[in-house]
């Protein structure tokens, strides 16, 4: 009996604070099955939108065959032979590499961001960036019915989520899209046509009211940077030239769920 009353504050204690650590892990485990869903509904997203056409259930780009719900993600289609049941076409490496990464990234965001209500719009406002890097990387497309939805959004968002305010999502909303229209214009009379497109202009008043004001402008100038960091590295390497197209959406949209994640770290890094 009295090895049982010793015992007893001891399991106690161990299995308390199993559960202590297990529930983040549960969390990561749900936000993980959530972004390996989100990574195939952007797939749905990136294949339709660019084409015009109503999204519908996971397809087969080839020949329009829709999966069934085994098959509804590229790593299902994988697990199942890896091709199209009509038309036998292979599934691609984007699909995978989509939901593979959008896993990973939900994975990790509950130990990064602790406030529920923060943290389900982070999730939001990364799988619509991670839409617009897959569809620009494709098509060379930044597309408004992505951009101007996700900027109302954010803006409701804005209301609810900390560090951030409608006032503050206005402005950084409005001056996103004021610098990048500056830039746009200035591309335009000095490069002619196409040199930047308008709808790097949308996505920066995206990236400005999901982050507000002033993070907005860490995510600028980190996009400029980088963009500008990796062209220059391509085209030393001789894979680019000086007139070749390079598109910053991605650029953009990367530094954008930076922002996201750590944006106030970034803010107190810099103010020391």
């Given amino acids: 009996m009295t090895s049982l009353k010793t015992e007893g504050p001891f399991v106690r204690f161990t299995i308390r604070g199993f559960v202590t ?15 390996l869903i989100t990574g195939g509904v952007i797939n749905v997203l ?17 020949c329009g065959h829709r999966y069934d719900a085994s098959r509804w993600l590229a790593l299902g289609r994988l697990l199942r032979g890896g ?52 569809v620009d990387l494709e098509h060379r497309l930044i597309l408004h019915v992505v951009t101007i939805p996700s900027t109302l959004l954010a ?21 996103g899209f004021v610098v990048f229209f500056c830039l746009y214009w200035l591309g335009q009379q ?15 008043m995206t990236l ?8 907005v402008v860490f995510a600028l100038v980190m996009g400029i940077i980088l963009g500008g960091l990796i062209s220059f590295a391509l085209i030393v390497s001789g894979r680019l030239s000086m007139r070749s197209y390079v598109a910053y959406g991605p650029f953009l949209a990367m530094a954008g769920i930076v922002t996201v994640v750590w944006g106030e770290k970034i803010l107190a890094w810099y103010i020391r």
Avoid: K, W
Wanted: glycine share 10%; net charge neutral.
């Fill in 190 to 204: 000095l490069f002619g046509p196409g040199a930047l497109g308008f709808g790097d202009v949308t996505l920066s």
């Fill in 83 to 134: 091709r199209c049941p009509q038309c036998r076409s292979v599934v691609g490496r984007r699909p995978i590499v989509v939901e593979i990464v959008t896993m990973v990234i939900f994975a990790v965001l509950p130990s990064l961001i602790g406030d529920p209500v923060d943290l389900l719009f982070a999730a939001a406002y990364i799988a619509i960036l991670i839409l617009i890097i897959v």
């Fill in 208 to 215: 400005g009211a999901m982050v507000g004001f002033p993070y």
């Fill in 21 to 35: 650590i297990m529930r983040p892990m549960v969390l990561n485990l749900i936000f993980a099955f959530a972004g």
């Fill in 46 to 62: 990136a294949d339709d939108l660019p084409a015009r056409v109503q999204p519908t259930s996971p397809h087969c780009t080839q």
């Fill in 155 to 175: 803006l409701a968002g804005s209301i609810f989520i900390s560090g951030n305010s409608l006032v503050l999502a206005l402005l950084g909303a409005g001056l």
